[in-house]
């Protein structure tokens, strides 16, 4: 993978090159004009000048899109990239000359247009036709008036001018707000989905990013990580087979589940190593039929939760099974209940991002589509359930809110003190001080992709939310009225809320992902004390472990924000390739990080295999 962002970094068009650089010398001039006198004029008036001062002066590029259509428009040059990410890969002219169309469908008769709903289309010639959305993976290179994006294959389209490239892009963002929010992109609406607190995520280059900027690396790292460059596997072992889940721990051992059982591994500095015991379900019986939702360690990692849907292919499950490792035995059957009432829970959470190493903790939270709350395993009447002779015990609802609109919460964590973020079906991103449950601090509006994974910053200044198609970077800090630096967690941000960082694959690597191309699970590196920062991000795409240096997107003059229009997107990252598609990617605990490799592995478990990899620096 080590060279596949190389192929796509530029693309030289010997056959017309100098043509372009004529026209676009002579599209400068008119531009320099149009600047020079049109601060007195009005946006229109403006525009149709710099129209007739192009056309009066027939520009060679005007002349050379003409040869074949004189009366083409919105004129395009389209690529296509074949190879892969051989070394034989690149770039070739698809259609010398062809042109562009944002097109609007709509539904016929009840049934949806051919494409996956009804919406803006983009049309290139007659071989592209593609709903307008982040499925695209869309890549900007303004320096070089080129766009990539993916639609069954990884095109590029080249524009003849700076003014056409510029066009293009805010009528693809336009009509991705509308496919997206179902209304068109006017400011209006754009304050009504995101609210004025939030207008830096509307118009990034107004955005305070004082926050930011403070967070820059220390260090001059502009050096990009590409590919899976300085890489070292130090283990890959067989995992039985049917590998659901991976349970990290933070002290001697960490734990595979799969359908026969708990396999338990032993913590290294350079890794997990296999001990070769496994805790099979029931004493040694076998639990085939059993789909894993979520895993959770408690009890100083002596217990592990096990919660699996209550009906196969829905996320909600109606209790947990509780295995106690040191006896190798499921203890408890636990049920889900509030008010006598059966209840499902879509996730479950611990208390805190340390709080598994506790060796009293009883507690830990849960969370349906509705629903935000803490539960405790610690039986109300002082007695340990024996569940041969008796039905599931109940959990103890200790604290928590039933919302009476929907929330369509989806997924959530905690940071070191307890507080929680939750993410949505919408988008959305809430936060919860540790004091309530009831009303978020801060809600940060979506970006029209659901969340589907959440993390936090042990300290709580960074979240985390994953979608289908890209990462979404935020930053919680902000200043009070008193000067004070806070987060969104402890009160409410106000007016200078800074714009977040989008963390995406580049075309070409969604593209080889594969069919399995959405982003699962995503994760900061794992930090369980005050004082310490998280060094990676890491996320899980089909057969790839994507890992991005947390510093360098963090950093406002990194190479990946030049030439940008709207939010910053970092496309600098290392890739971890495995031969099928990975269940979960995580990195240990920060305290087996060595002295000559300043992160800890990362562990990548498949269903068949289970891997320890240890990063060696940034790729500088």
Same mark, same amino acid.
């Given at each position: 993978?080590?060279?596949?962002?190389?192929?796509?970094?530029?693309? =030289?068009?010997?056959?017309?090159?100098?043509?372009?650089?004529?026209?676009?010398?002579?599209?400068?001039? &008119?531009l320099g004009d149009h600047? !020079?006198? /049109?601060?007195?004029?009005?946006?229109?008036?403006? $525009?149709?000048?710099?129209?007739?001062?192009?056309?009066? $002066?027939?520009?060679?590029?005007?002349?050379?899109?003409?040869?074949?259509?004189?009366n083409l428009k919105n004129p395009v040059k389209l690529l296509l990239h074949i190879g892969g990410d051989t070394p034989k890969a690149k770039w070739v002219i698809y259609e010398k000359l062809t042109s562009y169309n944002?097109?609007?469908? *709509?539904?016929?008769?009840?049934?949806?247009?051919?494409?996956?709903?009804?919406?803006?289309?983009?049309?290139?010639?007659?071989?592209?036709?593609?709903?307008?959305?982040?499925?695209?993976?869309?890549?900007?290179? /303004?320096?070089?008036?080129?766009?990539?994006?993916?639609?069954?294959?990884?095109?590029? +389209?080249?524009?003849?001018?700076?003014?056409?490239?510029?066009?293009?892009?805010? #009528?693809?963002?336009?009509? +991705?707000?509308?496919n997206a929010y179902g209304m068109e992109a006017s400011e209006e609406n754009k304050v009504k989905v995101y609210g004025k607190e939030f207008i830096g995520w509307v118009k990034p280059e107004v955005a305070d990013d004082s926050m930011w900027e403070? &967070?820059?690396? #220390?260090? @001059?790292?502009?050096?990009?990580?590409?590919?899976?460059?300085?890489?070292?596997?130090?283990?890959?072992?067989?995992?039985?087979?049917?590998?659901?889940? #991976?349970? #990290?721990?933070?002290?001697?051992?960490?734990?595979?589940?799969?359908? =026969?059982?708990?396999?338990?591994?032993?913590n290294l500095n350079r890794g997990i190593n296999g001990k070769g015991i496994c805790v099979k379900y029931d004493g040694g019986g076998n639990a085939s039929n059993l789909t894993l939702k979520k895993t959770l360690?408690?009890? &100083?990692?002596?217990?592990?939760?096990?919660?699996?849907?209550?009906?196969?292919?829905?996320?909600?499950?109606? /209790? +947990?099974?509780?295995?106690?490792?040191?006896?190798?035995?499921?203890?408890?059957?636990?049920?889900?209940e509030k008010d006598g009432s059966d209840i499902t829970m879509r996730d479950i959470t611990n208390d805190t991002k340390g709080s598994q190493l506790d060796p009293s903790e009883s507690t830990f939270l849960g969370l349906n589509d509705k629903i935000l709350c803490q539960w405790d395993i610690r039986d109300k009447k002082g007695m340990v359930q024996d569940i041969a002779t008796s039905g599931s015990p109940v959990l103890h609802w200790t604290q928590g809110h039933q919302f009476s609109r929907g929330t369509n919460f989806q997924c959530f964590a905690s940071t070191g003190d307890g507080s929680i973020v939750v993410g949505s079906l919408d988008g959305k991103i809430r936060l919860y001080s540790k004091d309530s449950m009831r009303q978020a601090k801060t809600a940060f509006p979506g970006l029209g992709s659901p969340i589907t994974q959440v993390d936090v910053t042990y300290d709580g200044k960074w979240v985390l939310g994953t979608t289908d198609t890209y990462l979404i970077l935020i930053c919680t800090?902000? @200043?009070?009225?008193?000067?004070? @630096?806070? @987060?969104?967690?402890?009160?409410?941000?106000?007016?200078?809320? %800074? *714009? %977040?960082?989008? +963390? !995406?694959?580049? %075309?070409?690597?969604?593209?080889? *992902?594969?069919?399995?191309?959405?982003?699962?699970?995503?994760h900061f590196s794992w930090v369980t004390e005050s004082g310490n920062q998280e060094r990676h991000v890491v996320a899980t795409v089909g057969k790839f472990s994507v890992v991005w240096d947390f510093q360098q997107v963090k950093n406002t003059s990194h190479g990946c924000y030049r030439n940008q229009q709207g939010l910053k997107s970092c496309y600098c990252y290392k890739i971890v390739l495995k031969d099928?598609?990975?269940?979960?990617?995580?990195?240990m605990h920060d305290k087996y990080a060595g002295s000559d490799l300043p992160e800890a592995p990362l562990i990548v478990a498949t269903p068949l295999k289970v891997s320890s990899i240890s990063l060696s620096g940034s790729g500088r």
């Open positions: 993978m080590g060279s596949s962002q190389s192929h796509e970094d530029g693309i =030289i068009d010997s056959d017309c090159e100098e043509e372009e650089e004529e026209a676009e010398e002579q599209y400068d001039d &008119a600047q !020079k006198s /049109g601060s007195s004029s009005g946006t229109h008036k403006g $525009l149709d000048e710099i129209d007739a001062k192009l056309k009066s $002066l027939k520009l060679k590029y005007s002349s050379y899109q003409q040869q074949g259509n004189p944002f097109v609007k469908t *709509a539904k016929t008769n009840g049934n949806e247009d051919e494409l996956d709903s009804a919406g803006w289309v983009l049309e290139v010639g007659s071989k592209v036709r593609v709903r307008v959305s982040t499925e695209m993976q869309m890549k900007m290179f /303004g320096d070089q008036r080129r766009v990539d994006f993916v639609n069954k294959a990884v095109w590029a +389209l080249k524009f003849l001018s700076d003014y056409e490239y510029r066009n293009f892009v805010t #009528l693809f963002q336009n009509c +991705l707000f509308e403070d &967070a820059k690396d #220390l260090s @001059t790292d502009s050096a990009p990580l590409k590919g899976n460059r300085g890489s070292i596997e130090e283990f890959e072992e067989a995992a039985n087979g049917g590998v659901q889940s #991976l349970a #990290l721990g933070a002290l001697d051992n960490s734990f595979l589940v799969n359908d =026969i059982g708990v396999h338990v591994y032993r360690l408690m009890r &100083a990692e002596t217990n592990i939760m096990l919660m699996s849907p209550a009906n196969k292919g829905k996320p909600n499950a109606t /209790g +947990l099974k509780q295995v106690d490792i040191e006896t190798g035995k499921i203890v408890t059957e636990w049920k889900f800090l902000f @200043t009070d009225k008193d000067g004070k @630096t806070k @987060t969104g967690f402890t009160g409410r941000m106000g007016n200078r809320i %800074p *714009a %977040p960082r989008l +963390l !995406k694959l580049t %075309p070409l690597d969604s593209h080889l *992902a594969g069919n399995d191309n959405k982003f699962h699970g995503g099928e598609s990975i269940v979960e990617s995580r990195f």
